[in-house]
């Protein structure tokens, strides 16, 4: 057993990379501070790229400067690591992932490119929520895991258990880790109810029920056990549970570097004992003891019983208590020189004369047992290798869980066995899976040939050149300056010889700026990003300067082989038609080494690598290509969704562009960012939790934008509306007669209208709120009704007329590539249209019909919708004096006199639903009937025009009498505020589902559905919450339910808020319940006062509380 | 040492009046004067503080509250007609002169300047992305141009003002509106000419009736619709499409 030492694995990784069968991609996954990053640490030491005492402590692994301060691992890193031993050569590619909440969408990306997982478990914690998540997401990504139980060091030092507690202690946390493992294996069996699954199951539970007759047989004799009748069967299950003498768990410390597995003390007692291997193997772990009857020693099963001490506690336990004992609690120096003979360990002399005895441990524990060997070993002898791609997973990768394989084209299927072949050659199909781009600075990158070459041919300046350049001048300065002193006889050729100086110096100078200039440009070239794309090659051999086809997250092969099915040839041209296709070319790959990067020329089938050149076409994650036929990979399946959403915006206004810039290149490095564009124009965030903000944060202020940036709670939208008059109050007590104390109007028409009569003419509106049914078809074809009511004017006979205030607000909903296609089919558009519009006419329509009563004809009055002539609210004319065209209808001119203010008042209308007197939100549900409206006669005007225009009124008298008078209309109502509702699912464990309820509960939020997941503990539960109220939700619910709950959080509708803003006691029930101050809070309020201060509007809130405690100046004045 | 006779003025039986304003109003020639908290008057005014109690000092009218003379009665009653003290403290609380208090004045700045930016903000756009600014982002910008409020002039004027003044600083424009105009077919040739000077056009058709659709400046409203609406006797039409015409926003504006 040979670990690569000294040399450095980079040269020989080239030569390892030969044969897939002998690479193992795995990752590192565990809860956060369980040692990940210690681990890979000792990993890393093994292959002498950091000193092996340096090994858990210098954390190689990190390397972003926040990673190291806050000492938590933030983005997963790749090493690749050569591990030798007789039977061969192996290439372990090692990603150590993150283990914080905040972090998990790393993992994920992390998971995508391995085949196999090392799942590290505190044996002090026990398993804990994040470590959950990751067998989680290990199981459904199909990857074989492993386990390595770490920090059995502080059950020693820390906790100071006995052996056999520690025994029982370990033993607890593996059943743990099983227990989740069966679960999780019980949850997908119950989730797929396909026949497969169920064939699988009843194997399954065959082959355990015969196993767990063979070991009750074996249990009750109490004979010692004839190994040879433990069949393979029993092996097969090692794909689901973790148990030490299969091999696939390794007991470590990182910390102190030390970590073996039982075969490795198999080995070690069978020579000692004189016994079998294979029984100590089996027996190791487990209920078995060890006697010593007649000088025979005998393996004995129920130690548990008999009280007698496992085998796992007197072979091996004991012994790593006594070196602990010796050398960190008894420190005699002579002690620990005798154990370090028995276990044939030298420690050096500079160790062993030093005080720190945690060094010496270190030492000790690693010449005996070390770590790297036993976890890789268990790594190469446990984990798929790169070539052994199971079908199941081929599959599994090519095609989502909701699509039937069978569906997708010929060419596709075929490239299955690609997958599970792992061919390298030449005629193989290419694919490579990017699952994230990282970001470096270009001067990180390996110093190579291309490197440069992209400098100079990519237009960045000629700075080479130049350089070149000055020399030769600088050369041929110098031969003139020589020439010129050797003539200095002749006075004429001195002062020419003196001009020329003079212009040589400049001509000098300006070389060196140009030089200088040269090298800034360079220095800037040099510290820009570079994205790499971090990326695994299934198939064939990716070279550099390869020309590979990039398919987006969405492309179909289906659509593409179709097109292309007739011509064989490929042609560029039609490839650029696809939107999710592009050809893109290799321009370095890279071997990742944890902070270095190493270059190669090219990667063949199974190794993880880094890819420069497409930043240009990769988001966040693409698959490579060489064939069309390619499906995209499946989506990751993230652990975490982004939910704490933060608007960012820079200090100084002039640095916008930089922070769009910023913004565009984060979205491209992280893959569980958001970024957006409010229609308020503030630029939005969305991140998966606080620290990950803030790392966010700092990425944008250091590296994107390079800008100073501030972070604020995002604007949340309301909207306005009214309800129809209630006829209890809050204690459901009627309003009505004597009840009523306080009358809340002053106006004295039943129905709220408001009559004005005054230069301008007479008016009289009423708002009604509309039937919820109708504002929901509104809301719904919001892109139908502006096609309609877009202007007032335009109507659906007559769509042909190019107005293009409609395709202004057709862009929000159509693709822009669509509205290519509809201005070009505009004919066929409109018929499509047409029918759209009658159909939701019609339906409209019904809807009133149902309402009924005053609603009966009021499809035909629409004048107008609103805001934007495509909003929720509704204007109806009701002017008997005046006739006018509904919207449906073409429109029509008409000599009334109101009709040259017609578009004034339908402007008016637009103002006032744009924004409501609430708090100067948009309005929604809201009807405003125009009962009458006649203009003042016109005093100064002849007859003869009297039906043109009356001179004296203009048109922005008109829209600031409809707009106040509308809203003066809304306001006799009882006005509500609408709140954006967001959707939230959560599942947690039954033991914290009450805090959770109690934490929905104080933000207003509502539990709409909870249940117990069958087959598991964790319930599932679906509750309503207001946006409002969602700062910083996930992370009270986090802390409140010690990490368990993860909610997701999607917009799902708007929902009036029924609270009057305006409430005070109106009944005498009221009043003596609530009192005459009515001091509770009020959460309308609340939040119509928060939207109008940061809006700078009025609000009723007195400055100061109490006059008399205002602090008087001084006491002595 | 004191003189003869008189109270002798000591600090301690000194009154001072520091948590006090006055409200006074001149009736008849005559001064009176109220004593309200600091703080209070506005909000009195306002209807959000509805106890008397905790706005008036004590329901006393004064000829001069500093000196603390109290109004005789028969002067009340020759100038309000009444000599209810509280009745008539309520009518100068309404209409009496006051001293605006450093918190009152304080919150009035602060919800001027807010208010002035959200006009900005509403009313312009970044040209070179056509999308809007956010209220806070012109706040700093207003602060950048050590912007001071003027208390005597509207917040709509100053807003236009503020904008003048960024555009130097900040790349700002007002957001262009769009109209849709349709002039008779007799006049559009002429009126073509004199529109074409304000509005960028984007589509226009003679059917036979000119139909322009096109952006402008809203300052121009009202020129525009003189100049058509007069020559054409009230046969053209103006009429807005949409009030603030910029790009669209959204997840897929940055990716």
Not at chain 1, 410 to 418: D, I, M, S, Y
Not at chain 1, 783 to 804: C, E, K, N
Not at chain 1, 965 to 993: D, G, H, P, W
Not at chain 2, 58 to 87: H, I, M, P, W, Y
Request: proline share 4%.
């Amino acid at each position: 057993m040979v670990v690569g030492s000294g040399g450095g694995s980079a040269q020989r990784v080239p030569r390892l990379m030969g044969n897939p069968a002998n690479i193992r991609n795995l990752c590192i996954m565990a809860h956060v501070d369980h040692g990940k990053t210690s681990l890979a640490d000792a990993l890393v030491a093994s292959n002498g790229l950091i000193n092996q005492r340096q090994a858990g402590r210098i954390r190689y692994m990190d390397s972003h400067k926040e990673e190291i301060e806050r000492g938590i691992t933030m983005k997963s890193s790749c090493v690749s690591l050569a591990y030798s031993r007789p039977d061969g050569d192996y290439l372990v590619n090692l990603i150590d992932s993150p283990g914080h909440v905040d972090f998990s969408s790393e993992v994920s990306t992390a998971v995508r490119l391995c085949d196999g997982a090392i799942i590290v478990v505190d044996v002090v914690e026990g398993v804990c929520a994040q470590t959950k998540v990751v067998l989680r997401q290990a199981w459904l990504e199909d990857i074989r895991p492993v386990l390595v139980l770490n920090k059995i060091d502080r059950l020693v030092l820390e906790t100071k258990l006995s052996p056999l507690d520690c025994y029982y202690h370990i033993a607890q946390v593996l059943e743990q880790v099983n227990a989740y493992m069966g679960e999780l294996y019980n949850t997908t069996l119950l989730g797929k109810s396909s026949t497969e699954m169920e064939r699988q199951k009843t194997e399954r539970e065959r082959r355990a029920s015969e196993r767990e007759r063979k070991v009750s047989e074996s249990m009750t004799s109490d004979t010692p056990i004839n190994f040879a009748d433990w069949g393979i069967e029993t092996t097969d299950d090692s794909d689901l549970y973790f148990s030490p003498e299969l091999g696939n768990v390794v007991f470590a410390s990182a910390y102190d570097g030390w970590g073996f597995s039982i075969h490795h003390f198999a080995n070690l007692l069978s020579a000692k004992l004189g016994m079998n291997k294979e029984v100590l193997n089996k027996t190791l772990w487990g209920d078995y003891y060890i006697t010593s009857k007649g000088g025979e020693k005998r393996i004995m099963s129920g130690a548990r019983d008999k009280r007698k001490n496992p085998l796992f506690v007197t072979l091996i336990l004991e012994n790593l208590y006594k070196v602990y004992n010796t050398v960190m609690v008894q420190k005699d120096k002579k002690e620990v020189e005798k154990l370090s003979d028995v276990l044939g360990v030298k420690i050096p002399m500079t160790v062993s004369k030093s005080t720190d005895h945690r060094n010496k441990l270190n030492f000790l524990m690693n010449g005996w047992l070390p770590l790297a060997p036993a976890v890789l070993e268990m790594a190469v002898d446990h984990l798929p290798s790169a070539s052994d791609i199971s079908e199941e997973r081929a599959m599994k990768l090519m095609c989502s869980a909701t699509h039937r394989f069978d569906s997708l084209p010929q060419q596709t299927q075929e490239l299955k066995q690609a997958f599970i072949s792992c061919s390298r050659n030449e005629t193989a199909p290419i694919i490579v899976y990017v699952s994230k781009m990282f970001g470096v600075q270009r001067k990180n990158l390996p110093q190579d040939q291309s490197g440069r070459a992209a400098f100079t041919g990519g237009g960045g300046g000629q700075g080479m050149v130049t350089e070149e350049d000055l020399l030769a001048r600088r050369e041929e300065i110098r031969r003139r300056r020589e020439t010129t002193s050797c003539h200095d006889g002749s006075a004429t050729e001195l002062s020419l010889s003196e001009d020329e100086v003079a212009e040589m110096k400049r001509k000098h100078e300006q070389l060196l700026e140009d030089k200088r200039k040269a090298e800034e440009e360079r220095q800037k070239w040099l510290e820009e990003e570079v994205f790499i794309a971090f990326a695994r090659v299934f198939s064939g051999t990716l070279t550099v300067g390869q020309k590979v086809y990039v398919l987006g997250p969405k492309h179909d092969p289906s659509t593409v082989l179709s097109h292309l099915s007739e011509d064989k040839e490929i042609d560029e041209e039609e490839i650029k038609n696809f939107k999710h296709i592009h050809t893109c070319e290799v321009n370095g790959l890279y071997l990742m080494l944890g902070r270095e990067l190493e270059q190669l020329e090219c990667a063949p089938a199974g190794l993880v690598v880094g890819i420069t050149g497409l930043e240009g076409c990769v988001i966040k994650s693409a698959t490579l290509s060489s064939t069309l036929a390619m499906p995209a990979f499946t989506e990751l399946t993230l652990g975490a969704t982004p939910i704490l959403r933060v608007a960012v915006e820079t200090h100084d206004p002039r640095d916008l562009p930089k922070l769009r810039a910023g913004l565009k290149l984060l979205n491209q490095a992280d893959p569980c960012v958001q970024v957006a564009l409010q229609s308020s124009g503030e630029y939005v965030i969305v991140t998966a939790g606080e620290i990950h903000l803030q790392r966010c944060v700092d990425d944008l202020q250091e590296r994107y934008a390079g800008v100073p940036i501030k972070t604020s709670d995002p604007i949340v939208p309301f909207r306005e509306t009214i309800i129809p008059r209630p006829t209890v109050d809050r204690l459901n007590e009627a309003i009505e007669g004597e009840n009523v104390n306080v009358r809340k109007t002053d106006n004295n028409d039943p129905l709220g209208a408001v009559e004005v009569n005054g230069r301008l003419g007479k008016l009289t509106v009423r708002a009604v709120p509309l039937p919820s049914s109708v504002t929901l078809l509104l809301q719904q074809h919001e892109d139908m009704v502006s096609l309609v009511g877009g202007t007032g004017t335009t109507d659906s006979t007559d769509l042909q007329d190019p107005a293009s205030g409609k395709e202004g607000e057709k862009e929000d909903t159509l693709q822009m590539q669509d509205l290519a296609k509809a201005l070009e089919n505009r004919q066929k558009l409109n018929r499509e249209a047409v029918t759209a519009i009658a159909q939701l006419k019609s339906s409209l329509d019904k809807a009133f019909q149902e309402a009924g009563g005053e609603w009966k004809n009021a499809i035909n009055e629409i004048w107008s919708f609103g805001p934007d002539g495509r909003g929720p609210n509704i204007l109806l004319n009701r002017i008997p004096a005046y006739t006018r065209h509904s919207v449906w209808e073409k429109a029509t001119t008409s000599d009334s006199p109101l009709a040259p203010y017609d578009t004034s008042f339908v402007t008016g209308f637009q103002m006032a639903t744009k924004a409501g007197p609430l708090c100067e939100e948009p309005m929604m549900g809201v009807c405003f009937v125009v009962e009458d409206w006649s203009l003042a006669p016109a005093t100064n005007t002849g007859p003869s025009e009297e039906n043109t225009r009356t001179v004296n009124i203009s048109s922005g008298q008109i829209i600031s009498l409809s707009k106040d008078n509308l809203r003066k209309a809304f306001e006799q109502q009882c006005q509500r505020l609408v709140c954006a509702m967001y959707s939230c699912v959560i599942s947690v464990t039954s033991e914290v589902v009450g805090k959770m309820y109690s934490v929905i509960g104080k933000r207003q939020g509502r539990v709409v559905d909870g249940d117990i997941t069958e087959g598991s503990t964790s319930w599932n539960v679906t509750a309503y919450l207001p946006v409002v109220e969602s700062m910083n939700f996930a992370n009270e619910l986090r802390k409140s339910t010690s990490g368990e709950a993860m909610p997701q959080l999607v917009f799902s509708h708007w929902e009036v808020l029924d609270i009057d803003p305006f409430w005070e006691p109106q009944t005498t029930e009221e009043l003596t319940h609530w009192g005459e101050k009515f001091d509770s809070a009020n959460v309308a309020r609340k939040y119509i006062n928060a939207v109008r201060k940061r809006k700078g509007l009025a609000i009723d809130e007195k400055i100061v509380e109490f006059a008399e405690k205002q602090r008087t100046l001084s006491k002595n004045k | 040492m004191s003189r003869s006779g008189g109270k002798i003025f000591t600090p301690t039986n000194q009154i001072r009046l520091t948590n006090i304003a006055v409200v006074r109003v001149k009736k008849a020639g005559k001064r009176f004067e109220i004593a309200c908290y600091k703080n209070k008057v506005l909000s009195w005014r306002q209807k959000v503080e509805k106890d008397l109690d905790e706005v008036l000092q004590s329901e006393t009218v004064f000829t001069n509250v500093s000196k603390g003379q109290v109004a005789k009665k028969e002067e009340l009653l020759k100038c309000f007609k009444t000599e209810d003290q509280r009745a008539i403290c309520l009518e100068i609380l309404e209409k009496g002169e006051l001293q605006v208090s450093d918190k009152e004045r304080h919150a009035n700045q602060e919800a001027s300047v807010k208010e002035i930016a959200s006009i900005v903000s509403d009313k312009c756009i970044n040209p070179e992305t056509k999308t809007p600014y956010t209220v806070s982002m012109i706040e700093s910008a207003m602060r950048d141009i050590h912007f001071s409020l003027n208390p005597k002039r509207n917040n709509k004027q100053q807003a236009l003002d503020v904008i003048k003044q960024l555009a130097p600083v900040i790349p700002i424009q007002r957001a262009q509106m769009k109209v849709r105009m349709t002039i008779p077919a007799k006049e559009a040739k002429k009126l073509r000419e004199k529109v074409s000077q304000y509005i960028t056009i984007e589509s226009e058709a003679f059917e036979p009736d000119l139909n322009l659709v096109g952006l402008i400046d809203p300052g121009h409203f009202r020129t525009l619709e003189e100049a058509i609406i007069g020559p054409t006797k009230g046969r053209a039409t103006i009429e807005v499409l949409t009030l603030k015409e910029m790009t669209d926003t959204g997840d897929s504006a940055l990716t």
